[in-house]
């Protein structure tokens, strides 16, 4: 598995927001209200996100008072890493569609509202998205400084 490259999550969000934006200038009177519920959801997925990655990485480092780590379990964080950084590309840019709409129609109040929600949501989901990344750097092998290379640990 090759590591997740920002360049196309970043291209993930701009073309799910157009296609959002699409969808949302054509039926926005019949969707619901946004919740915003999901902004405080995804921050706790995302710090534990990151715990995970700086906790895996401690231990593939075996540093003092870490317990080694199953190879097999580091290779589920990899995946679960990866694949929360393409879904929460997909979310960011849900919701960042979602406010390029809402944007101009700021003098009305449920507008208003979904607009601050949809922004928040879409930094909650960016947020998701690097502490993903991070939870995939947390679970490469370093590199053993003597060889230039990989160690096999």
Same mark, same amino acid.
Request: aromatic share 12%.
């Given at each position: 598995?090759?590591? $997740?490259?920002?360049?196309?999550? &970043?291209?993930?969000?701009?073309?799910?927001?157009?296609?959002?934006?699409?969808?949302?200038?054509?039926?926005?009177?019949?969707?619901?209200?946004?919740?915003?519920?999901?902004?405080?959801? @995804?921050?706790?997925?995302?710090?534990?996100?990151?715990?995970?990655?700086?906790?895996?990485?401690?231990?593939? &480092?075996?540093?003092?008072?870490?317990?080694?780590?199953?190879?097999?379990?580091?290779?589920?964080?990899?995946?679960?890493?990866?694949? !929360?950084?393409? *879904?929460? !590309? *997909?979310?960011?840019? *849900?919701?960042?569609?979602? &406010?390029?709409? $809402?944007?101009?129609? /700021?003098?009305?109040?449920?507008?208003?509202?979904?607009?601050? *929600? !949809?922004?928040?949501?879409? @930094?909650?989901? @960016?947020?998701?998205?690097?502490?993903?990344?991070? /939870?995939?750097?947390?679970?490469?092998?370093?590199?053993?400084?003597?060889?230039?290379?990989? !160690?096999?640990?």
């Amino acid at each position: 598995m090759r590591p $997740t490259k920002p360049g196309p999550l &970043a291209g993930i969000v701009v073309v799910v927001a157009l296609l959002t934006w699409l969808v949302v200038r054509q039926f926005y009177a019949e969707l619901p209200v946004i919740p915003w519920t999901a902004i405080p959801t @995804v921050l706790l997925l995302a710090l534990g996100e990151a715990y995970a990655g700086y906790m895996t990485r401690a231990r593939i &480092a075996r540093r003092p008072g870490t317990k080694p780590v199953e190879p097999l379990a580091v290779a589920r964080l990899a995946a679960f890493a990866k694949a !929360s950084a393409y *879904v929460g !590309s *997909v979310f960011a840019g *849900v919701f960042a569609g979602f &406010a390029l709409y $809402t944007v101009s129609l /700021l003098s009305r109040t449920t507008p208003r509202g979904e607009f601050f *929600v !949809s922004v928040g949501s879409f @930094v909650t989901f @960016v947020v998701l998205v690097g502490a993903a990344l991070y /939870l995939e750097y947390g679970c490469r092998i370093p590199k053993d400084p003597e060889k230039g290379r990989q !160690s096999p640990k």
